[in-house]
């Protein structure tokens, strides 16, 4: 026997229990290494294969939360949000429209953000504590710090699915952190449930999903800080409205290629 037969073959229910044995024993290490990492659980992970997505609560650090969201702040602020202060600190209250708000996202200070220092510990820190969801996983180029103004000013991300904008992308999972408490007022995410196992749907460019007509089952999804959410590339998901009277609503979110 010559060439490629006389090569030892391998199962692919051996090559999965090689897969598992070494993301326990990574996730092991990482316990050793990191003890401020709250892995998730296995009811997480197992929401996130039944239902396409999942909430893991207090997943991150709150106070590696409030550090970015500090930044970010002080950032907008100079880059012209007036800011009122009361009540709730992590809260961000406008003062006043600015005269550019539906370009506002798109400034060069703001896009900036997501090379920051406080960016890249939270989101190094949201993937240690997914690993058990993940396993073994990359991060991609594609992050976003997320700026809704109130009263419905921003431009609301319509129905769509995250797999239309990275069709090169065989398998990935989104992941979204807000950055302060976000009820439903703020308009933070919906999702459609299980929507993932239906392969892609048609998109209208930016308009996303045509869905006018469609009765689909959405979800509205509450946050408190620490927070994360993940969702499959095939999910239909989009954001809400603000309809707060003068908060601003502020998420981050990445997207991690698995296999």
């Not at 406008?94 to 703001?110: K, M």
């Not at 992308?169 to 009820?183: D, G, N, Q, S, Y």
């Not at 603000?242 to 998420?251: A, G, I, K, M, W």
Request: contains cysteine; glycine residues 6%.
């Amino acid at each position: 026997m010559t060439g490629l037969r006389a090569l030892p073959r391998i199962s692919r229910a051996e090559l999965e229990r090689i897969t598992r044995d070494r993301i326990a024993r990574s996730i092991e290490t990482l316990q050793q290494s990191d003890p401020s990492v709250k892995l998730v659980s296995t009811q997480i992970r197992d929401q996130f294969q039944r239902d396409g997505f999942a909430v893991a609560r207090r997943a991150v650090l709150p106070e590696l939360v409030a550090e970015l969201r500090e930044v970010v702040f002080a950032t907008v602020t100079r880059a012209g949000l007036g800011r009122q202060r009361r009540g709730d600190a992590s809260a961000f209250h406008l003062a006043e429209v600015p005269p550019d708000a539906q370009e506002f996202n798109a400034r060069e200070s703001v896009k900036r953000l997501t090379e920051s220092r406080p960016f890249r510990v939270l989101v190094n820190h949201a993937i240690k504590a997914l690993r058990l969801v993940s396993g073994p996983a990359w991060l991609m180029q594609t992050r976003f710090l997320r700026i809704g103004l109130p009263r419905g000013l921003s431009r609301r991300l319509p129905p769509h699915q995250d797999i239309f904008y990275v069709p090169e992308a065989e398998k990935f999972m989104t992941v979204w952190i807000p950055l302060h408490r976000c009820p439903r007022e703020l308009g933070g995410l919906r999702v459609v449930p299980r929507s993932h196992k239906h392969g892609a749907f048609f998109h209208e460019g930016r308009e996303g999903i045509p869905v006018r007509g469609a009765a689909l089952r959405w979800k509205s999804l509450e946050f408190e800080i620490g927070d994360v959410v993940i969702f499959d590339g095939h999910l239909i998901h989009a954001s809400g409205i603000n309809r707060s009277r003068d908060q601003v609503r502020f998420s981050i979110d990445f997207r991690l290629g698995t296999l």
